[in-house]
């Protein structure tokens, strides 16, 4: 499956901001999805996933009950809405695919999109 993500952008803290990943390929209901995301020089770190039914759903502690994951299997995409954004949350934000169920590793993923960058202004 290949995965294209778009939505990002400059927005103020507070804010809000959807993030969207599209994927090809007919067999998109099968795969879990996540997202992660990388700061200037930090590591790439898990801040979301769902499972391929999408009943099932992990955040990162620093991202819980303020990002929901969501997914829309009829459009080959899964979403991430962002709200009450913090200037910690800049970075830019990869999507991940695998197969079935979601997992929080990053190398757990075979199939990556190129990132979409998310700034978060003070």
């Known amino acids: 499956v290949q995965l294209q993500a778009s939505g990002g952008g400059l927005v103020q803290a507070g804010g809000s901001l959807r993030l969207s990943c599209a994927a090809s390929g007919r067999t998109f209901s099968r795969f879990a999805l996540g997202w992660f995301r990388q700061a200037p020089g930090k590591e790439r770190e898990f801040v979301a996933a769902i499972n391929w039914r999408g009943d099932t759903t992990y955040y990162a502690d620093s991202v819980k009950g303020r990002f929901t994951i969501s997914r829309d299997n009829a459009k080959n995409t899964v979403y991430l809405q962002m709200n009450s954004l913090k200037p910690e949350d800049t970075a830019v934000y990869y999507c991940?695919?695998?197969?079935?169920?979601?997992?929080?590793?990053?190398?757990?993923?075979?199939?990556w999109g190129q990132g979409t960058l998310v700034t978060v202004s003070s």
């Open positions: 991940a695919a695998r197969v079935l169920l979601a997992v929080t590793r990053a190398n757990d993923y075979d199939c």
